[in-house]
């Protein structure tokens, strides 16, 4: 009797904190982009997914999975080349 109520109410919150995440990244990302999330043009879907399992705090094992091999190859890449132009400056 309790059990279909109470399985309702964990979904309900799950949703909740699930929505909280992600207002939470939208905003982080419109702060670090300097503007609104529908005024960015120049968005790499990878970098994109790759910075939510960050957020969400994915482990690296379980980012690289949601990535595909090819994409967490693209970000490797791209951290590495961001890492070493602000060693060079």
């Known amino acids: ?25 939208r905003r982080q990302l419109e702060h670090e982009h300097g503007g609104p999330i529908h005024e960015m043009s120049e968005v790499n879907a990878a970098e994109l997914l790759s910075d939510l399992c960050v957020f969400l705090g994915l482990s690296d094992h379980n980012r690289r999975k949601v990535l595909g091999a090819r994409a967490a190859t693209h970000i490797d890449r791209a951290l590495t080349a961001r890492a070493r132009a602000m060693l060079k400056h």
Do not use: H, N, V, W
């Open 1 to 25: 009797m309790f059990a279909p109520q109470l399985g309702r109410y964990i979904k309900g919150a799950e949703y909740a904190s699930m929505t909280s995440l992600l207002q939470d990244f």
